[in-house]
């Protein structure tokens, strides 16, 4: 069986500090593993994405992710937040025929 | 710019009627999904169709059915809406094939209120 878990659903944190937003997954086979970002009143989209090759994924907005297979995580960071960073976070992976995602976190950035 | 057009961002429904959601894409896509995102719960698949006519139930397919006659278009109905289907509902794109490497593109959003 494949899941994933989202350890937090809300992270507040002030803004320009450090952020790390948790995501633990379970799979028998290999997976992609993905965050998406949803911003208010919008869809989701990508911010980055772990297929092969370099454990460590970086999005063009500052955000990092490292595939740790011994841990099992994913887990998201970013050394300094910014107001626009207020968003929903979903970690998401696919594996043998299915995408599952996580249950979401809710990120506030505190001025 | 690629893009996946849902028909109506909010809608207000009553029970039993029926509900239509559409959803278009314009970047010759082979995978469709339809979402519902409730608080605390995530994103739940409903249905999904790999290709044209083609439909696979998701996780929670009861109380929904879907439509998909033309390849950029994929249609979700509840045939007789309930104050639990009270949600809001993604509709996402993916290609090319089947790969679990795709990404999605989701569309904004449509909130339906059954009341």
């Known amino acids: 069986a494949q899941s994933v878990t989202q350890l937090d659903s809300q992270v507040p944190v002030f803004e320009e500090a450090p952020v790390e937003l948790r995501c633990n997954y379970s799979?028998?086979?290999?997976?992609?593993l993905f965050w998406y970002v949803q911003y208010p009143n919008q869809g989701l989209q990508l911010l980055l994405k772990?297929?092969?090759?370099?454990?460590l994924v970086e999005s063009i907005n500052g955000f990092e992710a490292e595939f740790n297979k011994s841990q099992t995580s994913f887990h998201l960071r970013k050394p300094s937040v910014h107001i626009s960073d207020t968003a929903e976070y979903f970690c998401?992976?696919?594996?043998?025929?299915?995408?599952?995602f996580g249950t979401g976190t809710r990120l506030t950035v505190i001025p | 710019d690629v893009k996946v057009t849902q028909s109506s961002r909010y809608l207000v429904k009553r029970t039993g009627e029926k509900v239509f959601l559409e959803c278009v894409q314009d970047m010759d896509h082979e995978n469709m999904f339809w979402y519902r995102q409730d608080p605390g719960l995530g994103l739940r698949l409903i249905y999904f169709?790999?290709?044209?006519?083609?439909?696979e139930k998701g996780d929670i397919p009861e109380g929904y059915s879907v439509s998909r006659e033309k390849k950029e278009r994929f249609s979700l109905i509840l045939e007789s809406a309930s104050t639990n289907q009270t949600s809001m509902y993604l509709c996402a794109s993916s290609g090319p094939g089947a790969s679990g490497a795709n990404v999605l593109t989701f569309g904004a959003g449509s909130r339906l209120t059954v009341l």
């Open positions: 772990y297929l092969s090759g370099s454990t």
């Open positions: 799979s028998s086979v290999s997976v992609y």
């Open positions: 169709s790999y290709d044209v006519k083609m439909k």
């Open positions: 998401a992976l696919t594996g043998a025929n299915n995408l599952f």
